[in-house]
């Protein structure tokens, strides 16, 4: 069954500095998103993007936060100076439609000391 | 207010009972998902609904669109059923979910 694959499983940066998660939807996905979930809280939704450019985000996501599809396979989730706030379960998901059924990766958990 | 509710917030059962979890909206909505999470932290899509009833397995999916309400059930419970269940909805004309805080179902042997 296709997945949906994110690396690293697991981040440690100190804050204040750049990290980039990483994330291979689905192929024949035309729907990416950044969803993330603090400890022992629920899942937030951060960002949505269709073709090529992003079509919803949250407040949450600021002017510290990017996201990029470079080479029509990556699709990634930049934060230029991370903070303590920012450690998370971050996760990718695709869908094929937005009103059909998403996939979901194993997630990154980021640790910003 | 949060646009997503489910109750329980946690439910501990004896392997063989029938599981219901509960979830109420407050929005429109052009779908409605279950999810499960385990330990480990991954999500799995369990079921996309927009309407009545959908059946996988042991589970069952059911939503009652004009009392903004859904139910997710689980016959004949065993230990590997226990993880973290999530509801979701998809906002009519957004592009995201908007998550549950779930609801954590541990199954005794």
């Avoid at chain 1, 930049?78 to 979901?104: N, P, Q």
């Avoid at chain 2, 004009?66 to 590997?80: D, N």
Wanted: proline content about 4%.
């Amino acid at each position: 069954e296709p997945e949906v694959t994110q690396t690293p499983s697991h981040q440690v940066t100190q804050m204040g500095q750049e990290v980039i998660l990483r994330c291979v939807p689905i192929s024949n996905h035309l729907y990416f998103y950044w969803y993330r979930q603090i400890l022992g809280q629920k899942v937030e939704f951060l960002v949505s993007f269709y073709n090529n450019e992003i079509s919803e985000k949250s407040e949450i996501f600021d002017d510290q936060f990017s996201v990029e599809r470079p080479d029509g396979s990556n699709f990634t989730l930049k934060i230029r100076s991370t903070k303590l706030e920012d450690s998370a379960m971050y996760f990718c998901a695709s869908s094929v439609d937005v009103d059909w059924g998403y996939t979901f990766g194993s997630g990154t958990r980021l640790t910003v000391v | 207010k949060n646009e997503v509710e489910q109750s329980p917030q946690n439910l501990t059962a004896q392997e063989g009972e029938f599981i219901t979890i509960n979830c109420s909206y407050s929005v429109g909505i052009s779908a409605l998902h279950w999810l499960q999470q385990h330990p480990g932290g991954g999500i799995v899509s369990l079921f996309m609904l927009s309407s009545g009833k959908k059946k996988h397995g042991r589970l069952i999916a059911t939503i009652n669109i004009q009392e903004k309400h859904s139910s997710l059930h689980i016959t004949a419970s065993h230990p590997r059923d226990s993880a973290v269940y999530i509801c979701a909805v998809s906002p009519q004309g957004a592009q995201k979910l908007v998550f549950g805080q779930g609801t954590r179902l541990t199954i005794n042997p």
